[in-house]
């Protein structure tokens, strides 16, 4: 019979995004994770796998949790201006909050990676963000609330830009105030409404 588990997955989890959003996949190690998440290797492997697959459960439990407002904005705004601006000042805020590393884990979770399969599920997670932000967009253009000629995989290859661009700046130090200015200068290119 199975012993049941002497530890919380969801903590567990959570304290290995830490590790991964901190150091990026390559650099933490198996001790550094299994220190963090308060477990013995054999309990880390009989939960989740192994590294990969440990790594994979804490992108997933990311997107379900830092990653909320930016789903949250994307689909609750009533147009892509307010849904776009609306994330942007999110990323602002939660890319630069002391409770967890600056920046997003998608983002900077991939830096100096050598696992080509680590590389494409964090490259295919910020592929769906940008194809949610161009469908928002070019849904206004189809409603006639952006000009008929706006590209939208442009304007939203812009703004996934910005956005990657933000993180880099909160890890390297910005703060809130000026990437909330950022987001203002950013909102400017935004195109005029017909």
């Not at 012993?3 to 390559?26: K, M, T, V």
């Not at 933490?28 to 459960?57: C, H, Q, W």
């Not at 009533?78 to 600056?102: K, Q, S, V």
Request: charged share 25%; proline share 6%.
């Amino acid at each position: 019979m199975a012993r049941p588990r002497s530890f919380d997955r969801e903590r567990a989890l959570d304290r290995a995004i830490e590790q991964f959003w901190r150091h990026g996949y390559e650099a933490t190690s198996v001790a550094a994770l299994t220190e963090a998440m308060g477990i013995n290797p054999p309990s880390m492997y009989a939960a989740f796998g192994d590294k990969r697959k440990l790594f994979s459960a804490a992108v997933e439990r990311y997107q379900q949790t830092y990653g909320a407002p930016a789903v949250q904005a994307l689909a609750e705004e009533p147009t892509a201006r307010a849904a776009i601006e609306r994330l942007l000042r999110a990323a602002a805020a939660d890319y630069t909050d002391p409770a967890h590393p600056w920046g997003c884990m998608i983002i900077s979770a991939a830096v100096n990676c050598g696992s080509p399969d680590v590389e494409a599920e964090l490259r295919d997670g910020r592929e769906a963000t940008k194809a949610t932000i161009r469908a928002r967009i070019q849904a206004d253009v189809d409603e006639g609330r952006l000009p008929a000629g706006t590209d939208a995989e442009a304007l939203a290859t812009f703004y996934a830009s910005v956005i990657q661009g933000m993180s880099t700046q909160a890890r390297d130090g910005i703060g809130r105030e000026l990437l909330e200015q950022v987001a203002a200068q950013a909102m400017l290119v935004w195109p005029d409404s017909p």
